[in-house]
């Protein structure tokens, strides 16, 4: 144990933590017949929308289906759009099977159907040539983040990210022994971004490391803001000012519900910035099939776009992907339905649309009740869930409490839900996994649960909190 | 460019290099109408058998359409058994669909199947919570290998690997700044694994680095070696004796050919050895669903099995993979139709050993064919294909050639490799990518072209390489 890789030893991923694998264990216990004051657990810990109980888009997994068998192309009555789709992609692939590799950025069609989605979604060109397709996003932003690794003099290289993060940044930073540069949102302005923290924060950093690249989650994720295009503006200012490589991680770009949110990629807005930003700063943009309102998590797809890079980096990032070999093809399969989804007119559109909408629309439902419940809750305050999937309240922690988790050799916010957890069966994560300001506490839980049973969570919630908080008063 | 991860810059992996790169533009030239002495190109660089016209196995198909589409498994006529197995999986999914998220190290039920596997396989028990699926071997291998990375007493890790070897390695070892350990393959005993040059090999090494692991691939690549069951012994004695972590890459495990040839698992015989191996060797297994009898590369499916792993180390590996959350669910469900395949008297078995039976004994013919061929041929001499997907002939390089190769700023067998591709189609990797003995030179080709196609690449290379002598002489 003490001779291995020191940074596997200290990444953590609190999504799957050690909470995570308690709750495991007690779905086994019930599964074996013992008895607890509930009869599920409820897996809020993680963006999991199929788990939760939502429904798979139709279109995309008949095109799925019938790439994997195409005897049913021919032998099944699917609508002739799905038909054409499966047809056009498995020519695409070599040998005419999806079991073929392919190349390592993705398959070429498809790359060029991503390229299309970005520019109908921005309005602006996209170079087919700039998009990688990938596994998700997960691995996409690690292969980037991988290019930063390099002393120089004498500094180790270090990446900004966001105090609530996304556990993946500082577990991948960890592995990859890149400083961790914490810049804090602001709760106070339903956890806006302040470029004088990114100030700070910088101009702190410098003395121990060179910072090269700046990471960005739009909406927020555990945070669930949406940034204003005046917001990304002058973050996209701030990261040129310092040549700092941009990091868009914008894999819930479909899932915005407050009024007056909108979505505007990172591209778009340096786009119509003009010189010397939109032909200068480096940005890398990210997209994945596992949220919106897809949820296709267990397929593995996603892409990323890669602007203004040095061609010569470019391709040692391509060249380092290659290794790996390819993309599982049946998500670049569902990417591709995600990037070129049916049309107006077109056979699948009407039950694709109807989908669609109604899963963003109870989303929505969700993501206000999911805050209105928590905010009528004595010692509760919570943002609006402008976006995402998640809401990251902050709850007051009584001292005794505080006493008690200390006793235990807990942190107060995971001591606090791991009560939860073993008297509830409801699973959240702390806010310790992805950092908060010192002396607060929150934790994190999805608004996946279908709307009966997160009304049910609420309440459950609800008790839970009255019981805890009198017991520590 | 200069401030980038120098890891990076030093990756190579000649698989998808810089030859292979041109292939594809050849590719796109002939689709535009190009005229060239040839009118396809011929991908023998990598062994993709479904680009090269393998046809897949149907019950994996199946099974992976039933549980991406589940309405299949109601409305269409599939065989009994394929239903059967798709309710299982879809059963073991959160949600009941393949759209969750599994662990991190895969689904409990298909990691059951594996050890059941295992267990056929070996003779010997496996634990399934030593089983780890993953996506693709290769993703294994490298989590593996991180966590070796750690200097100690001021010298870094080293791992040994034959040479040749597969690329990956080199290019893991590369990236995560591990020294690359080589050690020879004995190409006058069909690629054989003399016990003394590993020693050799070590002791060199030590004054440099830790030596901490050994890289064995068997059936061998790009060797195409088998080793017998004394030569893993031996193997295992020596990294027993050196506390070296084995890492076996045993993904043509079904891939044997040769007359008097057979595979044995390192599992097995280090559980036949006795005390003090079974217990103490710290082992790592590696197997996908890419090679074999199935090809299913693009569906990213495989599995790792560790042996003697220190649990606290284990509990590490497995935190780690979990930040990538988790390996395709359909690249999952292949790896359950090859842990678990049709038995007899169930409705697919038929076809099932009728389709495998049928391109491991065209694999077969294939190997000793293209053998036989380039043994014909002056100036190649080419080991027994005793088992894997690929021949690694050595030819003898013309003085000339040599010389015209370094005016070009080529290697010698690059050199040769582009001048084949550019005028016979034929995409090959030259011996240098894998590592050969200084001096000699090699390349890799895969037996993989279905036979036709196969005969008429071997009469064109033969008509190349009479060229090239001539005009080199």
């Known amino acids: 144990m003490e001779n291995i890789n ?45 788990a939760m109980g939502q429904k ?75 998009v990688c397709l990938s596994a998700g996003a997960s691995n996409a932003i690690k292969n980037v983040l991988q290019l930063l690794c390099n002393d120089i003099n004498g500094q180790p290289s270090g990446v900004m990210i966001p105090i609530p993060q996304y556990p993946l940044y500082s577990a991948s930073l960890a592995e990859y022994g890149l400083e961790q540069v914490g810049y804090y949102l602001n709760e106070e302005t339903n956890w806006g971004l ?43 200012k701030f990261a040129h000012k310092h040549s700092l490589l941009l990091f868009a991680d914008e894999v819930y770009q479909d899932n915005i519900y407050a009024e007056g949110s909108k979505f505007y990629s990172f591209k778009k807005v340096v786009r119509e910035m003009g010189e010397p930003y939109s032909s200068e700063l480096e940005l890398a943009s990210f997209m994945s099939v596992s949220k919106g309102y897809m949820g296709e998590c267990g397929l593995r797809g996603g892409w990323m776009e890669l602007l203004n890079f040095d061609p010569e ?26 990037a070129k989804p049916p049309q107006p007119g077109e056979p699948s559109y009407e039950l694709w649309l109807k989908e669609k909408t109604a899963v963003l629309s109870s989303l929505n439902k969700r993501a206000k009740m999911i805050a209105d419940v928590f905010n009528s809750m004595p010692g509760f305050t919570c943002n609006v869930v402008q976006g995402a999937m998640y809401a990251f309240p902050q709850i007051e922690m009584p001292a005794k409490a505080i006493e008690a988790a200390k006793a235990e050799g807990k942190v107060p916010d995971a001591f606090y839900a791991f009560k939860l957890l073993e008297e509830t069966g409801i699973c959240i994560v702390p806010g310790s996994g992805f950092g908060q300001k010192p002396g607060t506490f929150h934790f994190r839980t999805t608004i996946l649960p279908q709307p009966e049973l997160l009304q049910q969570m609420l309440d459950t919630f609800r008790d839970f909190h009255a019981k805890f908080t009198a017991e520590y008063a």
């Open 6 to 50: 020191p940074n596997i030893v200290k990444l953590e991923y609190a999504v799957r933590g050690p909470l995570v694998i308690r709750a495991a264990e007690i779905e086994k216990e019930l599964e074996k017949g013992a008895q607890k004051p509930f009869k599920r657990v409820i897996k809020a810990n993680i963006g999991d929308a199929h």
């Open 56 to 130: 798979p888009i139709t279109f995309i997994r008949q095109v799925v289906a019938c790439v994997s068998y195409p005897e049913l192309i021919e032998k099944y009555d699917f609508p002739s759009d799905v038909k054409q789709r499966a047809r056009e992609i498995l020519k695409a692939c070599g040998g005419g099977s999806v079991g073929s590799y392919s190349m390592s950025h993705g398959i070429e069609l498809i790359r060029r159907h991503v390229a299309e989605y970005i520019e109908r979604r921005d309005g602006h060109a996209s170079d087919w040539r700039n």
């Open 194 to 236: 302040d470029i004088s923290e990114l100030e700070r924060s910088l101009s702190e950093a410098s003395k121990k490391c060179n910072v090269r690249g700046l990471v960005v989650i739009n909406p927020g994720n555990p945070t669930g803001q949406v940034l204003t295009r005046e917001n990304i503006e002058s973050i996209l």
């Open 313 to 338: 980096v470019q391709a040692q990032l391509f060249k380092c992907i290659s290794a790996m070999l390819c993309p599982t093809t049946l998500g670049q399969t569902a990417v591709d339905c995600v």
